[in-house]
T-cell receptor
Framework: GAVVSQHPSWVICKSGTSVKIECRSLDFQATTMFWYRQFPKQSLMLMATSNEGSKATYEQGVEKDKFLINHASLTLSTLTVTSAHPEDSSFYIC?????????????FGPGTRLLVL | SQQGEEDPQALSIQEGENATMNCSYKTSINNLQWYRQNSGRGLVHLILIRSNEREKHSGRLRVTLDTSKKSSSLLITASRAADTASYFCATDYNTNAGKSTFGDGTTLTVKP
């Protein structure tokens, strides 16, 4: 089946620094990827939809200037948490749909755990 | 109000027993999907059921969908300790957008 990877798997940073998370579709091209955030013992909350070659679409309440998304190619989307603060500590998960199998099934990356000190 | 609410929030059973989790949603959907998440890991897609389907099976999994009640259930038969995980339903109410809305999840513990 389709595989999505994320890098890094975990990161610890100081408050005020920026952190970049990569999401790659390894065996298919994804024109659309999704970024989710999950706090402990909670569900996934969609942050934004990453569109290849165009601007990302952000969900209500998500600051686009704080969470920069770049979908530079059909296999790579990046999420940059700018000027990270402790409240940004969370589990960030990306997903992508394989156009070859239709738009219905999302394939999720393994997630990136961010801890901001 | 939230799309995709699940119950129970937590379920603890003995190995060999069946586990049933329910998901309710509020608006019309194109399809509903169930995912599994082991602690601190990504999501694994389990099964997709379309709005015109009523039941689907995959191994020990059985999913039902009742669009009149806007609800779905996931049944895991003959549970195993390895089934211990969180289970989420996700609804696609606008396939063109490709977005899914996740429920709160059910944490299943299967005791050996």
């Amino acid at each position: 089946g389709a595989v999505v990877s994320q890098h890094p798997s975990w990161v610890i940073c100081k408050s005020g620094t920026s952190v970049k998370i990569e999401c790659r579709s390894l065996d298919f091209q994804a024109t659309t990827m999704f970024w989710y955030r999950q706090f402990p013992k909670q569900s996934l909350m969609l942050m934004a939809t990453s569109n290849e070659g165009s601007k990302a679409t952000y969900e209500q309440g998500v600051e686009k200037d704080k969470f920069l998304i770049n979908h530079a190619s059909l296999t790579l989307s990046t999420l940059t948490v700018t000027s990270a603060h402790p409240e940004d500590s969370s589990f960030y998960i990306c997903s992508a749909r394989d156009p070859g199998t239709g738009r219905e099934t999302q394939y999720f990356g393994p997630g990136t755990r961010l801890l901001v000190l | 109000s939230q799309q995709g609410e699940e119950d129970p929030q937590a379920l603890s059973i003995q190995e060999g027993e069946n586990a049933t989790m329910n998901c309710s949603y509020k608006t019309s959907i194109n399809n509903l999907q169930w995912y599994r998440q082991n602690s601190g890991r990504g999501l694994v897609h389990l099964i997709l059921i379309r709005s015109n389907e009523r039941e689907k099976h995959s191994g020990r999994l059985r999913v039902t969908l009742d669009t009149s009640k806007k609800s779905s259930s996931l049944l895991i038969t003959a549970s195993r300790a390895a089934d211990t995980a969180s289970y989420f339903c996700a609804t696609d109410y606008n396939t063109n957008a490709g977005k899914s809305t996740f429920g709160d999840g059910t944490t299943l513990t299967v005791k050996p």
